[in-house]
């Protein structure tokens, strides 16, 4: 994942002015949060992670048509 430095700060500066976080991710889409500088969460618009979602969901059912269209046979020999 590609993280822009402009988007990062501290665990502490988030706590004590979570507006500024707020105001990043309206600018910037996402503001990642640092925890002994390392990148540790990221805050999205939640719109982002509904759509994330859907197509994880979406994804997975299509995985998933696809291994049993691949292995019907083993299927129906299981069902039995």
Do not use: C, H, W
Request: hydrophobic share 45%; aromatic share 6%; glycine share 2%.
């Amino acid at each position: 994942m590609k993280i822009d430095t402009v988007n990062m700060l501290s665990i502490s500066e988030a706590n004590q002015n979570f507006s500024k976080v707020t105001r990043m991710v309206d600018k910037n889409g996402s503001a990642i949060i640092l925890k002994n500088n390392v990148p540790q969460y990221m805050v999205i618009p939640f719109k982002l992670a509904e759509q994330a979602q859907t197509v994880a969901d979406e994804e997975l059912f299509a995985l998933s048509d696809k291994l049993m269209a691949e292995n019907s046979e083993v299927y129906r020999e299981l069902a039995k």
